[in-house]
């Protein structure tokens, strides 16, 4: 997730997703699309997140609830909330409503197969995401090595696609430092100040800024939530960044 790819087979929802997009945040979408090229060759524009705004929705009387302080051996109350969304998921009926209280979710929900409404509790802010945070890091030379097990896709995307200006826009990866996205690179000798490099082969992210003292989150996950079949049309995922 930050991130993470919100996707659907069904026509209506990949309208409604579009939507929630452009309103929140997607991290997958890359600012290489609309940016200038950058001043370090081969690197990747980073994309800021967007601010999540005020919401207060309407909470019906059989909503399910999740929060990250909460267990998944709960009951899915208020009171007693699950501690992850694919619980709620599991637990839900068709047009029932989860509800997520305050804070970040680093999870794929998987699928989603009943009409659902997702959404964050009154004046709450709720991200999910695609990431882990990273904590253990070793100088190398100017640059900082934390192991790193990727299991993105490393060509899952027509290469027609790709701006020339930008050969690697393509990758998966994304790292971030304290919540500000950081250029990715083509290799490891390209790494510096602000930019960073995912060796695959030897399981390893280098990045060129001193981590200490910040928090260091890279994305891990390939999606976020996907509805499927038409039991799924009619579904709402509003007011989460993802």
Known sequence: MSTAVLRTTNRKLAALAAVAILLLSLVAVRAWLREEPSVLPNATPPQKAVPLVDTNYP?????WFVSPTGSDTN???LSAPFATISKAVGKAANGDTIVL???TYREAVGS??????????????VWLKGSIVLTSFAPSGANW???FNDTLCQNCYASTAIDPLYPNAGLPEQLFIDGEPVAQVAAANQVGPG?????????????GDNPSGHVVEASTLPQAIQ????????????????
Request: hydrophobic share 40%; net charge positive; glycine share 10%.
């Open 59 to 63: 909470i019906p009387a059989n909503a």
């Open 75 to 77: 009951a899915g109350t």
């Open 101 to 103: 209280r305050a804070g």
């Open 112 to 125: 989603v197969f009943e009409r659902l409404t997702f959404q964050p509790y009154p004046h709450e802010k």
């Open 145 to 147: 090595v934390s192991s």
């Open 195 to 207: 930019t960073f490099y995912v060796d695959v082969t030897n399981q390893r992210l280098i990045m």
């Open 227 to 242: 509805f499927n079949t038409s039991g799924a049309a009619g579904s709402v995922f509003r007011g989460i960044g993802v």
